[in-house]
T-cell receptor, first 110, second 112 residues
């Protein structure tokens, strides 16, 4: 069973709008990571947030973490057509394993 | 260019054939991983190697074997391929548990 589950499964927005994706997980974590995958390519690491952090920013990306609700969100501001991709959350629960969710497919229309 | 290199990029096998997927990283990372990605299921961990000389099973190890040849290289072997192993396979590496993974570009495997 998957530790992280993204919501929504798919999202279609206009260029310039903000995109918000959510991730829920089941057990305590050490950190939570977000990745982007363009069609036919490998995953690219975007941002990592530790369990004792609540918010993190990187460029147009903002990630929040609520450990009491076991959830995280990824906000992409002022979306561009180049942001079209699948986005995955991944949770590290200890040891050396990181478990990935099924992803959110984002489509940004020009 | 620094990163994770996977070979081959594409492969078609007949049921029962064997093959080895190769992975090498040049970032001096300790940990290496093999995942498979199937439509609608995200990535599932097959095997991982926390450090040179160690390997452990992940979520879906059946039908696979791995070898951590040295710190740089981590190979995945399919001894007798089955159609259920048709998937995209990704190798990844990381330096420590609190850093993100660097992924290879994947191997698209079809078993007929």
């Amino acid at each position: 069973s998957q530790q992280g589950e993204e919501d929504p499964q798919a999202l279609s927005i206009q260029e310039g709008e903000n995109a918000t994706m959510n991730c829920s997980y089941k057990t305590s974590i050490n950190n939570l990571q977000w990745y982007r995958q363009n069609s036919g390519r490998g995953l690219v690491h975007l941002i990592l947030i530790r369990s004792n952090e609540r918010e993190k920013h990187s460029g147009r990306l903002r990630v929040t973490l609520d450990t009491s609700k076991k959830s995280s969100s990824l906000l992409i501001t002022a979306s561009r057509a180049a942001d079209t991709a699948s986005y995955f959350c991944a949770t590290a629960t200890g040891g050396f394993k990181t478990i990935f969710g099924a992803g959110t497919r984002l489509f940004v229309k020009a | 260019n620094a990163g994770v290199t996977q070979t081959p990029k594409f492969q078609v096998l007949k049921t029962g054939q064997s093959m080895t997927l190769q992975c090498a990283q040049d970032m001096n990372h300790n940990s290496m991983y093999w995942y498979r990605q199937d439509p609608g299921m995200g990535l599932r961990l097959i095997y991982y190697s926390a450090s040179e000389g160690t390997t452990d099973k992940g979520e879906v190890p059946n039908g696979y074997n791995v070898s951590r040849l040295n710190k740089r290289e981590f190979s995945l072997r399919l001894e007798s391929a089955a159609p259920s192993q048709t998937s995209v396979y990704f190798c990844a590496s990381t330096g420590t548990v609190n850093y993100g993974y660097t992924f290879g570009s994947g191997t698209r495997l079809t078993v007929v």
